[in-house]
């Protein structure tokens, strides 16, 4: 008679211990009844998201028992992956007993959302069929799997023992929220067996009333060395007073189109700590837009939110770029260190990972989902959040979160678009109310027309006519290109005739770009003039410096606004000949073009035509080129994705959703020792140096003119999702231009 084999839930880890199948589900169950405790004073839906994510969790292994999964969990025999597809038996079972929708996050949590209909909810709909395609695995799942139901009963001696009826038509957003909380509960138990734990659960709390004291004692400080005499310190030092005190709005979302350099960084912050102690929201996020540096903010986050006696790293968790790894091996190593969670108290994360997690389908990034319920939310910047045809449903999923899931959100922008206000939008919020009250923006806008001035230049620019121009304006200088090709370009040219440059783009280093800052604010401290510095958009966000002059290529009004906010940021009054030149670039000389960029150029290009010689930019610029650019750049697009996220089809709404192109989201590093390290990592199921891997990474466009300088070494990861390897640089690389030192290093070598 055959021998019976033991039901494990994982392996042998590097100690020599089995995990036993029933240890595994309890902590998995465990975990779930944590999450929803954490969840359930915010949550919508109440002990039903409770009840699916637990049932979920009760079967989402019962595959395990099949026999010859049996055999390699216990090292009888050799295979890279189990033999027999796991998580399909538990979803045979559930919807046996009629809970399709536990049944879709069973059938998903390792290949993550598919396409689904839940009217037709057999096992092979709630499946890929690109990803599996295999009939024989559905049938031996009907045939075995109350069985195996049996049998996990007899060793699972906890379930949930309340009976409720299915729910139909439940947003998509509730099925992520319930698939992260699965996700998260296997990856994280799976992890303690293995002794791979980096992002440990997190007992620190927001304690928003005592950070609100710090962040006063941090403002009531710049204040008293600031010269109180200026108009713009006063106004700044009154919005913060006002946001510290203003009351939650009722419907939970709110703007603040304070202009460039009144504080937004702190007076939102403020405003967002009163709400949550009101509220008794349990985090705080910010979110940046995907061209900014967040460094800057997070140092001022380190000195004005975080306590005395606590180390900031415990207390603000920052999630910049989009690596994250899925399962290396058959039964499931997940190394924690490479999926970044959203534990901590204060998130500072970016537009593309925040927005492109709501809206995702694959497991490795709805994992941090259900840390998101019960948050206050900036997003800095909102005119940049999303690109146009993604905004409809983007806005749709942050209602969603206000309306669910107990978030207040507050909308940022100095160059604030009021895409809130139009017909395609929502009907829900015709009118936001706003921080920066008519009084303020009436005393802004006499300060901001003596700030600076706009001129736009008619002829196209090549290097030479580029270089000459930016020299005959006096210093410090910025130069703000499109492209990383463009600022690399000219920056290579003109350091190469010996004129003293920065230059800073997403081509170089984490760790380089912070050195290249430290320089630049350096050079403004001491108050050097004869210097230029180079950059693309990544420089229009976040980033407190100011020149005396400043040159911009073309581009959305926004975003000539944004780059207007760096000059005579302070509007010092001895500066009153400060201006921001526009200009086209001439092609032919080294200049690329980004055709995403098209529509918003030639809105831009319309309106100038109306100014002659100097000129202002005001707020109604803004909202009439937004309006113009969105009215082609959805009307088709918009209600194609919220019918698609509607219909539940998670998987085209995860892969279209992209809020950078997928042209430049690679993420590469050069060091080869650090690339041995991650792979000898990834491999053993050991920690990937998560915070190096961060210092030295960069991005790469997956072009063409790259391919032979990359080489993938993530390589088990999703084929398409390309944009989350990790790949290594063959080519030439310095800390002036990074990896565009392999294209135009030789002019100034």
């Not at 069929?129 to 109350?146: F, I, M, P, Q, W």
């Not at 010269?227 to 005190?245: E, I, P, Q, V, W």
């Not at 900014?292 to 968790?317: C, H, M, R, S």
């Not at 005119?383 to 993604?390: A, F, R, V």
Request: proline share 3%; glycine share 6%.
């Amino acid at each position: 008679m055959k021998k019976k084999l033991r039901a494990l839930g994982h392996s042998k880890n590097k100690q020599g211990k089995e995990q036993l199948y029933e240890e595994h589900i309890d902590g998995v169950c465990t975990r779930i009844d944590g999450y929803y405790h954490e969840m359930k004073p915010y949550c919508r839906y109440g002990s039903y998201l409770h009840y699916t994510a637990a049932i979920a969790g009760d079967v989402h292994d019962l595959g395990k028992l099949h026999e010859k999964n049996k055999e390699v969990l216990q090292g009888l025999k050799k295979a890279l992956a189990l033999p027999f597809h796991h998580s399909d038996a538990g979803a045979s079972t559930l919807i046996k007993k009629g809970f399709k929708n536990a049944a879709l996050l069973v059938a998903s949590h390792h290949k993550g959302l598919c396409n689904f209909l839940l009217k037709d909810c057999k096992l092979r709909n709630i499946r890929d069929k690109t990803d599996y395609g295999n009939t024989t695995v559905e049938k031996v799942s009907d045939r075995y799997a109350l069985t195996w139901y049996k049998e996990h009963r007899g060793l699972v001696k906890s379930s949930p023992k309340k009976l409720m009826k299915d729910k139909k038509s439940l947003p998509s957003l509730f099925y992520r929220m319930a698939l992260s909380m699965l996700v998260d509960a296997d990856h994280s138990d799976t992890g303690d067996h293995y002794e791979n734990i980096v992002a440990e659960e997190q007992n620190f709390k927001l304690r928003p009333l005592e950070r609100l004291k710090v962040l006063d004692r941090y403002v009531k400080g710049k204040w008293s060395a600031c010269n109180k005499k200026l108009a713009l310190n006063k106004l700044r030092n009154d919005l913060y007073k006002y946001c510290r005190h203003h009351i939650p709005f009722p419907k939970n979302k709110g703007v603040c189109g304070a202009g460039t350099g009144l504080g937004k960084t702190t007076s939102i912050p403020a405003h967002l700590l009163l709400v949550a102690a009101k509220r008794k929201s349990r985090k705080m996020f910010y979110v940046g837009p995907f061209t900014n540096l967040l460094n800057q903010t997070v140092e001022v986050f380190k000195k004005a939110l975080v306590l005395p006696g606590e180390n900031p790293d415990d207390i603000i968790g920052v999630h910049h770029h989009r690596v994250e790894y899925n399962l290396t091996k058959y039964e499931g190593i997940y190394n924690m260190a490479a999926t970044k969670l959203w534990r901590h108290p204060i998130t500072v994360t970016t537009a593309v990972q925040f927005f492109e997690t709501l809206a995702s389908c694959r497991t490795s990034r709805l994992r941090k989902l259900h840390e998101l319920p019960g948050s206050v939310i900036f997003i800095d910047e909102s005119h940049t959040m999303l690109p146009d045809h993604l905004l409809a449903l983007g806005y749709e999923l942050l209602l969603e979160l206000v309306r669910d899931w107990g978030c207040y959100v507050i909308f940022g922008s100095g160059t604030q678009t009021d895409f809130w206000r139009m017909k395609r939008f929502s009907p829900d919020c015709k009118d936001i109310p706003d921080l920066f009250t008519r009084e303020f923006a009436k005393k802004y806008s006499k300060i901001e027309d003596t700030r600076i001035k706009y001129s736009a230049i008619k002829k196209k620019l090549d290097r030479r006519a580029l270089e000459k121009a930016v020299l005959t304006v006096p210093g410090p200088r910025l130069v703000v290109l499109n492209t990383v090709n463009n600022a690399a370009c000219i920056a290579s040219y003109m350091r190469g005739r010996g004129h003293t440059v920065e230059h800073l783009s997403t081509s170089m280093r984490y760790d380089d770009i912070e050195k290249t800052l430290k320089r630049i604010f350096n050079r403004l401290k001491k108050k050097q003039k004869n210097w230029t510095l180079v950059a693309t958009a990544i420089i229009e966000a976040g980033m407190d410096f100011s020149f005396m002059n400043g040159f911009r290529e073309i581009n959305s009004i926004n975003s000539i606004g944004q780059t207007g906010g760096r000059v005579n940021r302070e509007c010092n009054p001895k500066n009153t000949k400060s201006r921001l030149y526009i200009f086209e670039t001439d092609q032919n000389d080294g200049f690329n073009e980004n055709y995403n960029f098209r529509l918003r150029v030639q809105i831009a290009k319309d309106e100038f035509k109306k100014f002659r010689g100097l000129f202002n930019i005001r707020p109604e610029h803004f909202v009439r080129a937004f309006k113009k650019s969105v009215l082609e750049a959805i009307a088709f697009n918009k209600d194609e994705y919220i019918k698609k996220e509607k219909a539940t089809q998670f998987r085209d709404v995860g892969n279209e959703f992209n809020v950078i192109d997928n042209e430049g989201a690679l993420t590469a590093i050069q060091d080869v020792k650090l690339i041995r390290s991650v792979r000898k990592a990834m491999a053993e199921g050991e920690r990937i140096p998560w915070r190096e891997v961060h210092k030295q990474c960069f991005r790469i466009t997956g072009s063409k003119k790259t391919e032979q300088y990359r080489e993938g070494v993530t390589g088990n990861l999703d084929p398409n999702q390309e944009s989350e390897q990790l790949y290594l640089w063959k080519g030439a690389y310095d800390d002036f231009l990074g990896y565009y030192a392999q294209f135009y290093g030789h002019y100034y070598k």
